[in-house]
């Protein structure tokens, strides 16, 4: 990966592994796309804290996702859908606007496993966690035998789990911003348990309406 990519200011925080869909009509980032696309390089995905992704100078956390594109469906109007998938996370070093769109010179963030020993323990705990949070959040308990079915590495799960939370965006940044596997799950374990609660209130709030 090259040390400086286009970075693509989103309210939207991607993580390593998961998709990324986007539909693409602003000229400067038809331009990032194409430049992409023709370069075979990936572009960068950072949380916005200040602006928007339509205005320029927006302002944006230091630590993101790089997002390689999978495909493109073109329209005739010249607008773009893009699909990409995260692959690696990185810090921001440095920021420049020699492009219409702002590129960073970026350093990746290498995957750290943390404490091998606990990962079992803490892989099985996240998984039922999730499942639960899912049923309790969809109704169903149909994903609870997807996810059972699917063989999780621990860092997929964790990142599986940081883009399935339905939490404030900065908190999904922390997640994205814990350095290890093994620290990432604990995290997410504490705030399933905190969104398990308020959940199990909030139906018996509504039962007794």
Not at 8 to 16: D, G, R
Not at 108 to 126: K, N, T, Y
Not at 180 to 207: D, F, M, N, P
């Amino acid at each position: 990966m090259p040390d400086t990519i286009p970075l693509f200011p989103l309210s939207e925080v991607l993580f390593p592994g998961m998709p990324l869909p986007l539909h693409i009509f602003e000229p400067r980032y038809l331009k990032m796309v194409g430049r992409c696309v023709r370069d075979k390089m990936p572009f960068g995905v950072v949380l916005i804290t200040k602006g928007s992704a339509e205005q320029s100078g927006a302002e944006f956390r230091q630590i993101g996702t790089t997002a390689r594109i999978m495909q493109v469906q073109r329209f005739d109007n010249g607008r773009l859908n893009v699909a990409s998938v995260g692959e690696q996370r990185f810090r921001v070093l440095e920021t420049n606007n020699s492009e219409p769109y702002t590129q960073g010179k970026v350093q990746v963030i290498p995957e750290q496993p943390g404490d091998g020993s606990a990962l079992d323990g803490l892989h099985a705990r996240a998984l039922d966690l999730l499942s639960t949070y899912l049923e309790l959040v969809t109704g169903s308990d149909q994903l609870r035998g997807n996810l059972e079915e699917k063989d999780f590495s621990p860092q997929s799960l964790s990142y599986t789990i940081g883009t399935l939370l339905q939490i404030d965006l900065q908190l999904k940044q922390g997640i994205l911003e814990v350095p290890s596997t093994t620290a990432r799950l604990q995290h997410e374990i504490s705030l399933l348990r905190a969104e398990l609660v308020e959940l199990k209130l909030v139906g018996q709030t509504h039962r007794q309406d």
